[in-house]
Each structure stands twice: as structure tokens, then as C-alpha cells.
């Protein structure tokens, strides 16, 4: 993945920031990108460190190590504030399959995959005729954010042998391949599963922790660890697991409750440190909360496809039913069979553990979520009229945001950038010159038909362009990204007393703060996903664009509240006038 010239993106940056500031703001900007890029200035100074470090030190992609520092030095709690999560589509009707019998079928389903990963047989992923990097896959499986103090570790184990599983509080490893790495039967697990769920002892429910603090939970898993070589051995277990398997007792219908349970829970059986938390509730629903260190979505929707496509392979009750394989379980040696995990706590960690309750109850009651499922129409008439059917919903939800507000904040659309090895992703930013004006013109009475629609199609084609550039490793955000990273680990040794004024400046911190904050990806095998939002004033939302619907996960603050259901109209109204703006002869 090619550096960018650094000039090149400072042009962008004032380009692109533009839309968002007032005339004086502009010319302030301007001066300080020149500042900036002054000759033996700090930029021309950070960019040949860069390159440097990008050339000398091995590094296969200079923006993949620099978007997972930055995931790694977020010191909030990830629950909500990183980690994302995905609604499944099933294949498994609830009323006629049990929850062990439907988290069986998952992790067989997953192990499939694993057993392609580790042969190494799983076809290449493509964006229509190009090749994508498969390095993320490596980081899906055995994987671990570990809490330490200012920055974490990630943290990736070789082991497939177990998984661990979560019910009413406890936490259980339980073994999936045996000594030979030969996986177990859906009804061996199946029966183990059944197992867990009769256990009638309520746990410790240690996973809270990973809802703290980063700070205060690095200190307190030393704390913890400290304490026995038992708690070592439990939390060695849970970081090298495959995956964990959570066992809900909840039964959420309503979309909405699905999405909360899925994005937070209510503070029992979740770790949110492990990469893959794969979620079973009561009533045969079923979900993913990611941690998002390792992995970005599209290589998610690789595995939500798989599954999607063998969770019914070989899990039908008619073969090896339960009461013939619970004699064979029976015959295992003690230690294939789920095995308690229990932590020895003080009173200072069990005190803890206590307060961390009520704090992960206040973070979840401060975020409200809302879903709009918009059944007027999808990407098929859009492609009607010969636009992209992703521009014109981020047109959308621009214009909704100008009918809230009066005005446009930065928004943010994630786009990979897996053409490189390496690559992970580079952010859009939406709101351009060419989006005002035709929201401009669509409020203008003076504003003729064909002018709006030639302004729609104009916003369209410069959101395309500026996706491409991003696509191609021309963006903006990483590149910066880059620069500051740079600056803190060697800019001391740069000579560089502070963190450039750049960074500081009104035009870069209004691009950056990004309100909206979209994504969308393949929607095949999947209901419903989304995140909490990433500033305290803004909205997380991700959508998906079907044949002939668009639904659309949207989060915020409470103190938003109002706004979020202002702005859930608005998109929905804003789809239709710009569909009904394109309809027009």
C-alpha cells in the first residue's frame, strides 16, 4: 500500500473540510496546512519518518499497525464503544430445535471453517475481479484483546482444541477436537451443551470485568492473576479458547431488544476482551458480538455466509440423537468433559466485581437504539435510476441530518482496503461540496427538476470518486493517522516538542469528529448489525441495502435520544423525496 504524498492529502484535508467550515475557518486551515508543509517543517519531517519506518522495519502495511495501535490506546470500555455486533439469519427454526441443540449446530458449522482456515482451503475473497488480503483471517480464531496499562495487547494462540461457554455466570471450557484434532460429533456437543444449561449453580460472572476501564481492568486482571495458579490456568483457558459460546437465558422478539441484547447484554455471560462471542439465546436466536482489534467486517460476512450456508449440515435430530451419544459422552476421560472455570477472588476483587454492575448498567441506560426498517423500496429501483445504491443512501442520510439540523456534520463511511496486503480500512468522509449543493437545491423553491436531479447525480459521482481514492489507499484519515502515530512513538527523536499544530487545527478536528457514522456490508446471512456511536454527539449506523428494502441499526447517547428519532424520520422521508425526485420524466 502505497504513502500518499503528503501534500496531496493536506489538499484533500482542506478540499474535504471545506463543506464543514465557515470562510474564515477555510483561510485559518489553509494556513496551517502551509505551516505544516513549510520547508523542514513538522510534516515533511513526520512523512520521511514514515517511509522510513514503513521501508526498514518489515511492515507489510504501514496503515494496518496504526489503525490497531489506534484500537489498542482506547482506554473506554469496549462494550458499546468498540465492539460490534451481527444479528443471524437461521436456517434452524427455534420452535422445533432446542438452544443446545442450535448452539451445537453453530460451532460445528464454525469448526468447519476453522478446518478450512488451518488447511488453508478456503478460497480467496474477491472485490469484483481483484484479490483481497486473507491475513485478517489469521486473527478470527484463538484470539484476545489483553487489558494492560495505556495501550493493549492483542494477543492470537495457536490452540483450536477448546472453546469456552457461558451460562447463568459461569464459564465452562469445553473440548471440541480430541487428541488426534478430530472434531466432535453435533451430538457429543450437543449433549455437553445440555449439560451446562442444567447446571442449576449461578457463577462468579468474572466476564463484567472486560466491561470496566481498560486502566482499571489491566490493574485488576494482574490483581487477579496474582491471587492463584488456578486463576491463571481459568484465564489462560478463556484467552486461548477458539471462540466463546454464550447461552442466554433471554428471549428478545422485539428488533430493538435483539439489538441491545446482541450489542451489550445485560451484564452476564459475555467477555467482550475475546474476538468472537457467538450468542444463543433462549429462544433460537442467534448473534455475534466482535471485538474489533484483529478483524474488520468483510472478513466477518465471510464467516456469517459460511455458517449461514452448514449451520443445518448434519444436525438433524434424526441422527446420533441424544440418548445414544450420552452413554459415549459418558465413557470420556474427565477431563473432555465441560470444565467449571472458578476463580479464586479476595475481597478487594470480589468488592470490585460488585461495583462493576451498576457502572456497566449506567453506560448501557446512557445508549439508545433505534431500527428503521425501510420497506418502500431498495437497490433495485434505485439502480433504476443509474446511480450507486450506496451513494444514494449516504445522500440520504446527509440530507436527514440537514433537515435536523440546518446544517451538515462530518460524516464517516468505513471502506476497506483489502486490495493491499495488509489493508483494513480508510474512512470516507461524505459530506463534500457537490452533497450541499444539492441538498441546497432540493430546499430551494427557485430550484428546477432537472437541476436537482443533475445535482443528485454530481453529488453521487464525487462520492464515488473520493470512495475509490480511499479503496486505493488515497485517502485522508489513515494517512494522518499515520503522521500522528509517527509522531508519538519517535517524535521526541524527531526533534518535535509537540503534536503539530495541524492537529489541533478547526478544519481537521471538524473532519475528524465525525457525528454520522456509517457502514454497510454483504447483508447474505444476516438480519441486523451495529455499534454504538463513536463521538458523544453524533450516531452509530450501519445499514443494509436490499433488493427491495434498507434497514438501518441506529445508536446514540440519551442525551440524544430526541434526536435520534428525529433523525430516524428524516432518512426515511429523505429516501422517499429523493426517490421521488428521480422518479421525474
Not at 163 to 173: E, G, L, P, S, W
Not at 458 to 480: D, L, P, Q
Request: charged share 25%; net charge negative.
Amino acid at each position: 500500500m502505497p504513502i500518499p504524498d503528503v501534500d496531496d492529502t493536506c489538499r484533500k484535508l482542506l478540499e474535504w473540510s471545506a463543506p464543514l467550515l465557515t470562510e474564515k475557518e477555510r483561510e485559518q486551515t489553509n494556513e496551517a496546512i502551509k505551516y505544516f508543509l513549510k520547508e523542514g517543517g513538522d510534516g515533511n519531517t513526520l512523512q520521511t519518518d514514515l517511509i522510513k519506518w514503513a521501508r526498514t522495519d518489515g511492515i507489510a502495511n504501514w496503515s494496518s499497525s496504526v489503525w490497531q495501535d489506534l484500537y489498542l490506546e482506547s482506554r473506554a470500555p469496549l462494550v458499546i464503544n468498540s465492539n460490534v455486533f451481527y444479528y443471524l439469519k437461521s436456517k434452524l427454526a427455534a420452535d422445533t430445535h432446542s438452544q443446545a441443540h442450535i448452539a451445537a449446530a453453530l460451532i460445528t458449522s464454525v469448526y468447519s471453517f476453522i478446518a478450512l482456515l488451518d488447511t488453508k482451503s478456503l478460497s480467496k475473497d474477491y472485490q469484483k475481479d481483484k484479490p483481497l488480503c486473507m491475513a485478517q483471517y489469521d486473527n478470527l480464531f484463538s484470539s484476545i484483546r489483553i487489558p494492560k496499562q495505556d495501550t493493549d495487547e492483542f494477543k492470537v494462540s495457536s490452540c483450536r482444541k477448546h472453546i469456552v461457554v457461558m451460562h447463568n455466570q459461569c464459564v465452562f471450557k469445553v473440548q471440541i477436537l480430541d487428541e488426534s484434532l478430530q472434531c466432535k460429533s453435533f451430538a457429543e456437543i450437543k449433549v455437553e451443551l445440555e449439560s451446562i444449561i442444567n447446571e442449576a449453580k449461578t457463577g462468579q460472572n468474572i466476564g463484567l470485568l472486560t466491561t470496566l476501564d481498560r486502566d482499571v481492568w489491566a490493574e485488576k486482571r494482574i490483581q487477579l492473576l496474582g491471587l492463584s495458579t488456578s486463576n491463571q490456568a481459568a484465564m489462560k483457558a478463556i484467552d486461548e479458547a477458539a471462540f466463546a459460546v454464550c447461552l442466554d437465558a433471554e428471549e428478545p422478539e422485539v428488533i430493538e431488544d435483539i439489538s441491545q441484547q446482541l450489542l451489550h447484554g445485560n451484564g452476564r455471560d459475555r467477555f467482550f476482551d475475546k474476538s468472537l462471542q457467538f450468542i444463543v439465546f433462549k429462544n433460537g436466536k442467534t448473534g455475534i458480538n466482535f471485538e474489533h482489534t484483529g478483524v474488520d467486517g468483510s472478513v466477518m460476512l465471510r464467516l456469517v455466509a459460511h455458517m449461514f450456508d452448514t449451520i443445518n449440515v448434519g444436525s438433524d435430530n434424526s441422527i446420533n440423537p441424544a440418548s445414544d451419544t450420552a452413554s459415549v459422552n459418558s465413557n470420556r476421560p474427565p477431563s473432555d468433559k465441560p470444565q467449571s472455570l472458578i476463580f479464586d477472588l479476595d475481597e478487594s476483587l470480589a468488592q470490585v466485581l460488585s461495583d462493576s454492575a451498576p457502572k456497566f448498567h449506567q453506560h448501557v441506560a446512557n445508549t439508545q437504539t433505534r431500527v428503521l426498517s425501510f420497506l418502500a423500496f431498495g437497490k433495485e429501483r434505485i439502480k433504476q435510476f443509474r446511480v450507486s445504491p450506496d451513494a444514494f443512501v449516504q445522500l440520504a442520510l446527509q440530507l436527514a441530518e440537514y433537515r435536523l439540523y440546518g446544517k451538515c456534520y462530518s460524516a464517516y463511511e468505513a471502506v476497506m482496503t483489502r486490495t493491499f496486503v495488509g489493508g483494513r480500512i480508510d474512512v470516507l468522509y461524505t459530506v463534500s461540496p457537490d452533497s450541499m449543493t444539492f441538498i441546497e437545491n432540493m430546499h430551494s423553491s427557485e430550484c428546477d427538476i432537472k437541476t436537482k436531479q443533475a445535482s443528485l447525480t454530481r453529488a453521487i459521482k464525487t462520492h464515488i470518486t473520493r470512495a475509490n481514492e480511499c479503496r486505493f489507499g488515497e485517502g485522508v484519515y489513515s494517512h494522518f493517522l499515520a503522521l500522528k502515530y509517527r509522531y508519538k512513538m519517535a517524535g521526541k527523536e524527531l526533534g518535535l516538542q509537540a503534536l503539530p499544530e495541524l492537529f489541533n487545527d478547526h478544519g481537521y478536528l471538524a473532519l475528524t469528529n465525525s457525528v454520522v457514522c456509517t457502514s454497510t456490508t454483504s447483508e447474505y446471512g444476516v438480519e441486523l448489525a451495529g455499534y454504538g456511536p463513536i463521538v458523544d454527539n453524533g450516531y452509530g449506523i450501519r445499514y443494509f441495502i436490499r433488493e427491495d428494502s434498507i434497514c438501518f441499526n441506529m445508536t446514540s447517547r440519551t442525551a440524544m435520544k430526541s434526536n435520534l428519532e428525529s433523525i430516524k424520520f428524516h432518512i426515511e422521508q429523505s429516501l422517499v423525496d429523493m426517490a421521488k425526485l428521480m422518479s421525474h420524466q
